[in-house]
């Protein structure tokens, strides 16, 4: 059974940073690959960012593209999502969110079998 434990949200000011963690335990889940998603009040969960076993390969919303930074330490069991630049509209709880292998699309929100509590993000203009 894999666990993730997402952190590192809280309230930033626009133009600020934050660095989202996200730590996984349970063999062999924990280098699976991973993604990030959001969801802000009474919209739907929607896709941020994913990453692949190895870090390879990375995907990002168009929305976050030249923002946002995923990446991996596989040592440690974490992924890790940089947030720069942020927007007002970038408010929203994070989640975490672990897929198999060739279990389709990064994008897709059905690709993801396991997922964390979330971590609120809020960004103040």
């Known amino acids: 059974q894999v666990q993730l434990v997402e952190s590192g949200g809280g309230l930033v000011q626009a133009g600020g940073s934050l660095r989202l963690s996200c730590a996984a335990s349970?063999?062999?889940?924990?280098?699976?690959?991973k993604g990030w998603f959001r969801q802000a009040p009474g919209k739907e969960r929607e896709f941020v960012a994913a990453?692949?076993?190895?870090?390879?390969?990375?995907y990002y919303a168009d929305s976050v593209k030249g923002r946002f930074t995923i990446s991996r330490d596989n040592a440690k069991n974490t992924v890790y999502l940089q947030m720069n630049s942020l927007k007002p509209e970038d408010t929203a709880v994070y989640y975490c969110?672990?897929?198999?292998?060739?279990?389709?699309?990064?994008?897709?929100?059905?690709?993801?079998?396991?997922w964390g509590q979330g971590t609120q993000v809020t960004v103040s203009s």
């Open positions: 349970g063999r062999p889940f924990v280098t699976y690959p």
């Open positions: 990453i692949s076993t190895l870090g390879g390969s990375t």
């Open positions: 969110a672990c897929r198999l292998p060739d279990s389709g699309s990064p994008y897709l929100r059905n690709a993801y079998r396991n």
